[in-house]
């Protein structure tokens, strides 16, 4: 009985956690490192272009590469 009533507490406080989390990215307001969920993608061929994020690519040996 303990261990599932731990069970379902676990499971509720996964739940409320995620629900209030924005999946976008919001802008910084300050200078600085931020954090994010969004992985970067792998470049194009011929690197950064016109297509990629001001946060850049990944190159084929997962340096971040900014446009």
Known sequence: ???RAVA???VL????????QDPGISPGTGSGPST???T???C???GPDSTTPP???LDEDGNVLRP
Not at 13 to 20: D, L, N, R, Y
């Open 1 to 3: 009985m303990r261990r």
């Open 8 to 10: 379902v507490l676990l």
């Open 13 to 20: 406080v996964a739940a409320a956690c995620s629900s209030g």
């Open 36 to 38: 994010t969920s969004r």
């Open 40 to 42: 970067l993608q792998p």
């Open 44 to 46: 194009p061929d011929g």
């Open 55 to 57: 946060a850049g690519c």
